[in-house]
């Protein structure tokens, strides 16, 4: 019977210890968790499609200035040939 007594004790403490923590998560605590997350995860990343778009559209600017520099290098050999 005093085990009883001093192991019920020791869980009691075990017991208050963990619920004075905040160990375990409630559910109300873990919806706010999950809207703050998805609240930055929204600001701060985008989605695939929108990178895939992105990257697309740089690399067709990167296409035109290249085809740009091309035809001003062109016309500096034509001017240069020119002279000479």
């Known amino acids: 019977m005093e085990n009883y007594l001093v192991w019920g004790a020791c869980a ?11 160990i375990f998560a409630r559910t109300e605590e873990l919806n706010k968790l999950e809207a703050s997350l998805m609240k930055y995860a929204m600001e701060h990343f985008l989605t695939k499609e929108t990178y895939n778009l992105n990257h697309q559209f740089l690399q067709e ?3 035109n200035i290249h085809r740009d ?4 290098k062109d016309l500096l050999i034509k001017v240069i040939t020119r002279e000479n």
Do not use: A, E, P, R
């Open 69 to 72: 520099i091309s035809d001003v």
């Open 12 to 22: 009691l403490y075990v017991i208050n210890t963990i619920i004075g923590l905040k």
């Open 61 to 63: 600017q990167i296409t």
